[in-house]
């Protein structure tokens, strides 16, 4: 009779990563930090159109947030495969830490100006673009090879836990005490990745050997990329998706503000939806352990339509129901690009890969949130939403055509062909 999987069975697997000691103390860090983290973000967002009222502001300051991450990552990355990861993470913590607490604290003085949030958000990004590739590399020592998958995806699940949850906490705390103390709640935060990563048993880590310092390694990391096919499509699909999809503290805040006509807390709630469809999203790729770039096609698709739908919400309630399913695509597309890759690198090479994608993910958004918060301003921000749909057509249709090259496939084939014909012994 065969063997079936019990519900117990079925919840260890989903939650395989946790059964390492480490990565509970890691992630339960990171949960506290996230929440901070998107608490901060809705911020960010009510503070600039209170200051402004212009979407092009909004997403030229947003832009400055992360046009660090896109300019230095590639060093970023070299750093992080030359020196060890932990010791990286307790030093950008730290900065990040300082950083929300000054702009907090200039906040509440009543003294912050346009150009405070713009200085604050350069030195976000530039602490950001050391810290996101290590973050993603370091999980993988955390957990070892065998976990990366269930790891990443239970991490990113929490980062969708935690859009759920900070931004409630940035409404009330908005409404109550008002938008300064959301950075001093972030700055916390922070405290609490900086615990968690000094209470880690070092001896129970997968630490990889630091890669020697050498000329040319930074231009051997996009050699190295652009030669694999596993890595390269992600990182293409990423990066058209990341430019004029992924730019929601651009346009959800100009939805809920000129399109429904709604207050601080519409923003809230939109965000809210989509954390909830990202968790539940997480939830299901925990049990579906499938990667590579014909699953990720099929993503964008989906993503394309959820994203579609959103433009063409005729009502706040609609909108707020479709967030969800935008919410669940997007934890979709990232779980399993972010894998993918993962899985495909060779570990000396991973803290520049993953900085890449940190490029294509982040480092994007200078680019596109200019030109979507423009787009919005001068037509509606139901156009830039839809301008995110076509971005994933787009990726799905690199995914399609750039799978490999004719030559590529016959070789597959005949490989294949030997396989079944040859003799069984």
């Given at each position: ?346 570990p000396n090479y991973r803290g520049r890969v993953m900085a ?44 399609q055509f750039l799978m490999a090259t004719p030559s590529t ?17």
């Amino acid at each position: 009779m065969p063997a079936t999987a019990t519900p117990s069975g079925r919840l260890h697997q989903l939650g395989a990563a946790l059964t390492v000691p480490n990565f509970r103390r890691y992630v339960s860090g990171q949960a506290l930090s996230l929440v901070g983290t998107w608490v901060e973000t809705v911020a960010q967002g009510l503070l600039v159109l209170h200051l402004t009222h212009s979407g092009t502001l909004l997403g030229l300051t947003t832009a400055t947030r992360y046009a660090p991450v896109l300019l230095l990552s590639p060093y970023a990355g070299l750093l992080v495969d030359r020196f060890p990861k932990r010791r990286i993470l307790l030093m950008t913590q730290i900065g990040l830490c300082l950083v929300s607490l000054v702009l907090g604290l200039v906040v509440l003085t009543g003294a912050v100006r346009l150009w405070q949030v713009f200085v604050a958000g350069i030195a976000f990004g530039t602490l950001s673009a050391v810290d996101n590739p290590a973050r993603q590399a370091f999980v993988s020592e955390v957990v070892g090879p065998s976990l990366v998958r269930n790891a990443v995806t239970l991490n990113s699940t929490l980062v969708n836990v935690a859009r759920v949850i900070g931004p409630t906490i940035a409404a009330l705390v908005v409404d109550s005490v008002g938008i300064g103390w959301c950075f001093i709640i972030n700055a916390g935060s922070f405290l609490a990745t900086i615990a968690s990563l000094l209470a880690l048993d070092t001896a129970q880590l997968h630490p990889t050997t630091p890669t020697p310092r050498a000329r040319g390694q930074l231009r051997a990391g996009f050699r190295y990329a652009a030669g694999v096919p596993d890595v390269a499509r992600p990182l293409l699909m990423m990066a058209l998706i990341g430019t004029f999809a992924f730019e929601f503290e651009v346009t959800l805040p100009l939805l809920a503000k000129d399109t429904f006509k709604g207050g601080d807390d519409a923003y809230g709630w939109l965000l809210g939806a989509f954390g909830l469809g990202a968790v539940a999203g997480g939830l299901y790729a925990l049990g579906k352990a499938k990667t590579g770039v014909t699953r990720l096609k099929r993503v964008a698709l989906g993503y394309a339509a959820a994203m579609a739908a959103l433009a063409l919400a005729p009502t706040l309630a609609a909108g707020i129901g479709v967030c969800f399913f935008v919410g669940v695509a997007t934890i979709l597309f990232l779980t399993t690009g972010n894998s993918t890759v993962q899985l495909a690198s060779d570990p000396n090479y991973r803290g520049r890969v993953m900085a890449l994608w940190s490029v294509a993910l982040v480092g994007s958004t200078p680019i596109g949130a200019p030109i979507v918060g423009a787009i919005s301003e001068a037509f509606t921000p139901r156009i830039a939403v839809g301008l995110g749909a076509l971005s994933c057509v787009a990726a799905a249709l690199v995914g399609q055509f750039l799978m490999a090259t004719p030559s590529t496939d016959r070789g597959n084939k005949r490989r294949a062909l030997r396989k079944r014909l040859r003799p069984r012994r």
